[in-house]
């Protein structure tokens, strides 16, 4: 089963080696038609501590890596010409 990868806005790095990610989804409701945005906070881990409030990154699922961590940030690789 292929892990799931979100994007989102770096909120907190308050604690060591850890990132708070918000997530803004936008889906139509199915009785109204009124497109909603929802929003949800998924705790990262951030080997290296490179990332700051206000980034925009992309998270992967993984193994468990503490009580509240299940996903990690996923570092891109620059393309080399």
């Given at each position: 089963m292929p892990k799931r990868i979100l994007q989102g806005t770096v909120t907190s790095t308050a604690n060591k080696?850890?990132?708070?990610?918000?997530?803004?989804?936008?889906?139509?409701h199915p009785v109204l038609q009124k497109t909603i945005k929802k929003s949800k906070k998924y705790r990262a881990h951030d080997e290296h501590e490179q990332f700051n409030v206000g980034d925009s990154v992309r998270i992967i699922e993984c193994a468990p890596k503490s009580k509240t961590k299940r996903w990690e940030v996923l570092v891109d690789q620059p393309a080399e010409a």
């Open positions: 080696q850890t990132v708070t990610v918000q997530v803004v989804r936008r889906f139509k």
